[in-house]
């Protein structure tokens, strides 16, 4: 994509700027060098992956380390990793395409990801030339397998408060470490570990890379898991455990600024895994819809399930929307970034972090998402979808834990609300300076029935839904204070809020753009997902907001302003969600 002349929204203002549709990336651009990726990821699930679930799920000894070192002679785990490490040396978006398109692989996929991604990232990120020379190479191929050891039994969500501790040897050589890690994926079999620990009386934590087989670390038996059976999962124990002082990853009590910025690549390559997992999934549900009779008809031609299966694409589409809008805009800093001299660890963990808001907003929507989608699969197969002989079973159980992963979507949308705050506090946007022009004209708000042109009409919703947030925020720390910190379930109300918005206007993005390039036809099924969804958001919207003012005010002023401002047209949904449910049934896939 050409970035000459393109716009990008800092992380955060879509809140109270527009952007052109033209400057926004959408999947329909991959290039020909991502689409043989996505296509390799494809065949490469297809062959090794699917046929071999049940043996994966079993955690047949040396099986998913088979799988990863294939993955790797395909050039797949070295896709982010620079050429000089014998990586792929690709840039984000392609590595998104990555994460997207090996999401359909089950408790491989999670293997996966956290090998690409929390396990060689702050590698990549933040270490030193010769860290990187001596680890990188042998990650980018699968010699070696990595891992991400930050959870602690009492240090979940409060990653600072871990209690591993590293000692300085009397020697100066070597740091003794000593601890305990749990919930550590890919732990029964990786390599190298990226271990948090606070340095002697250190408040903060630091982090250090660890070979596994190093002396003084033990592993407990594998943890049974509701889903993801396949995934390896252990504790991880370190008994003074000798680090040598160059394994120090970054400096010294840099390791929470490491954590936090993984945390939020994790969160973006979740939005990404999400879209493969929801793919497979529909297929399944349409498939079956086709093939299963009822009273005499194909399931698939009934309404109820005919709401489902286009429900099941409006939640994939709308996500796919934002994912790509999202990396595409980190892909567009870290490129800058780079002509500005950084390396690419460097310039794109700084993009990233400016994209912190947007990371969160896609785990908690993609994660629920997903959740949807195959919740009603299994309600698509009935009685056969509850049995483990369904291919459904297998994606129900393995969706639950994305709510968790990554922060839970609860700390998440506290995530969402206290980072725009501090980007407020730091001067990135004047949300409030905004909101207060809107408060003191609030009685003068009006929703105003538009004609004409079709994006512009949608453009005029979104302006208003914007302006809804900005008056509920902007009142709720007016009113609130010190306390809005505390008041967990109004900041969850208007993450939602914010979470609808930004799904809202990268959809209609999309679709705009997707129109301008392939013509109006082109998109009349997108169109149906558009309008269905800014029916079913300016809702949502317009609930999260009553919910909020109602709980710290109540106004009826304010109650009344953002009841215009949600108002969508008229259309009519059931008619829209049946051409999406016959178009797929049509394709018997999901084909938008």
């Known amino acids: 994509?050409?970035?000459?002349?393109?716009?990008?929204?800092?992380?955060?203002?879509?809140?109270?700027?527009?952007?052109?549709?033209?400057?926004?990336?959408?999947?329909?651009?991959?290039?020909?060098?991502?689409?043989?990726?996505?296509?390799?990821?494809?065949?490469?699930?297809?062959?090794?992956?699917?046929?071999?679930?049940?043996r994966i799920d079993e955690q047949e000894d040396g099986l998913m380390l088979s799988m990863l070192n294939q993955a790797g002679e395909l050039g797949l785990l070295g896709v982010a990793i620079p050429e000089k490490y014998d990586g792929f040396g690709q840039n984000f978006n392609t590595?998104?395409?990555?994460?997207?398109?090996?999401?359909?692989?089950?408790?491989?996929?999670?293997?996966?990801?956290?090998?690409?991604?929390?396990?060689?990232?702050?590698?990549?990120?933040?270490?030193n030339d010769e860290q990187k020379e001596k680890y990188l190479p042998k990650l980018a191929v699968g010699e070696m397998a990595a891992a991400y050891c930050l959870t602690e039994p009492n240090a979940g969500s409060d990653a600072n408060a871990g209690t591993t501790k590293a000692?300085?040897?009397?020697?100066?050589?070597?740091?003794?470490?000593?601890?305990?890690?749990?919930?550590?994926?890919?732990?029964?079999?990786?390599?190298?570990?990226?271990?948090?620990?606070?340095?002697?009386?250190?408040?903060?934590?630091?982090?250090?890379?660890?070979?596994s087989n190093w002396e003084g670390v033990s592993l407990n038996p594998e943890e049974k898991k509701?889903?993801?059976?396949?995934?390896?999962?252990?504790?991880?124990?370190?008994?003074?455990?000798?680090?040598?002082?160059?394994?120090?990853?970054?400096?010294?009590?840099?390791?929470?600024?490491?954590?936090?910025?993984?945390?939020?690549?994790g969160r973006v390559k979740l939005g990404a895994n999400v879209l493969g997992g929801g793919r497979m999934t529909m297929k399944h549900s349409i498939n079956y819809a086709n093939e299963r009779k009822q009273f005499g008809k194909f399931i698939s031609e009934f309404g109820a399930i005919k709401f489902k299966l286009a429900q099941q694409a409006i939640k994939q589409y709308t996500t796919e929307s934002a994912v790509y809008r999202c990396s595409g805009d980190i892909n567009s800093v870290a490129e800058q970034n780079i002509a500005k001299g950084m390396d690419k660890g460097q310039a794109e963990i700084d993009a990233i972090s400016k994209y912190s808001i947007e990371a969160a907003i896609l785990k908690v929507y993609g994660s629920e998402a997903l959740d949807y989608i195959t919740d009603e699969a299994v309600q698509i197969f009935g009685g056969m979808g509850y049995s483990s002989e369904s291919p459904v079973d297998r994606c129900y159980r393995d969706s639950r834990i994305n709510r968790i992963f990554e922060g839970t979507n609860e700390i998440n949308r506290l995530v969402i609300i206290d980072t725009i705050l501090k980007f407020i506090k730091r001067g990135d946007f004047d949300l409030f300076g905004i909101g207060e022009k809107l408060i003191t004209d609030i009685n003068n708000i009006k929703y105003e029935k538009q004609t004409g042109n079709y994006y512009?009409?949608?453009?005029?919703?979104?302006?208003?839904?914007?302006?809804?947030?900005?008056?509920?925020?902007?009142?709720?720390?007016?009113?609130?204070?010190?306390?809005?910190?505390?008041?967990?379930?109004?900041?969850?109300?208007?993450?939602?809020?914010?979470?609808?918005?930004?799904?809202?206007?990268?959809?209609?993005?999309?679709?705009?753009?997707l129109e301008s390039i392939n013509g109006e036809e082109s998109v009349k099924y997108q169109k149906d997902i558009l309008n269905v969804f800014l029916y079913d958001a300016s809702n949502e919207i317009y609930k999260a907001g009553i919910d909020a003012v109602n709980s710290f005010n109540g106004?009826?002023?304010?109650?009344?302003?953002?009841?215009?401002?949600?108002?969508?047209?008229?259309?009519?949904?059931?008619?829209?969600?049946?051409?999406?449910?016959d178009k797929m049934i049509e394709e018997n896939k999901y084909c938008f």
């Open 555 to 581: 106004e009826e002023n304010l109650i009344h302003a953002i009841n215009e401002l949600t108002i969508s047209t008229m259309f009519n949904v059931k008619d829209a969600r049946r051409r999406l449910a």
């Open 95 to 127: 590595s998104m395409i990555v994460s997207d398109y090996i999401g359909s692989g089950h408790g491989f996929g999670v293997a996966f990801t956290a090998h690409t991604g929390i396990g060689t990232l702050p590698l990549l990120y933040y270490g």
């Open 226 to 265: 509701m889903g993801i059976k396949g995934s390896s999962t252990r504790q991880i124990f370190f008994n003074d455990v000798k680090v040598p002082v160059e394994n120090l990853l970054g400096k010294r009590g840099l390791g929470f600024r490491i954590a936090l910025n993984i945390l939020h690549v």
């Open 167 to 211: 000692i300085l040897s009397d020697d100066g050589k070597h740091y003794i470490i000593n601890g305990q890690k749990m919930w550590i994926t890919n732990g029964g079999f990786a390599n190298l570990l990226t271990v948090f620990a606070k340095i002697e009386n250190d408040r903060v934590l630091s982090a250090f890379l660890i070979e």
């Open 456 to 513: 512009e009409a949608l453009n005029y919703h979104v302006k208003n839904l914007k302006k809804a947030i900005i008056i509920t925020l902007t009142s709720a720390q007016n009113k609130l204070q010190k306390l809005f910190a505390t008041e967990q379930e109004i900041m969850m109300n208007i993450s939602d809020m914010i979470i609808n918005l930004y799904m809202l206007e990268s959809t209609l993005l999309r679709v705009q753009k």
């Open 1 to 54: 994509m050409n970035m000459e002349n393109k716009s990008i929204l800092n992380g955060g203002e879509f809140l109270v700027k527009e952007i052109a549709a033209q400057d926004i990336f959408i999947s329909e651009e991959f290039d020909e060098e991502q689409i043989m990726i996505k296509e390799t990821c494809n065949d490469f699930i297809e062959t090794s992956i699917t046929p071999n679930l049940d």
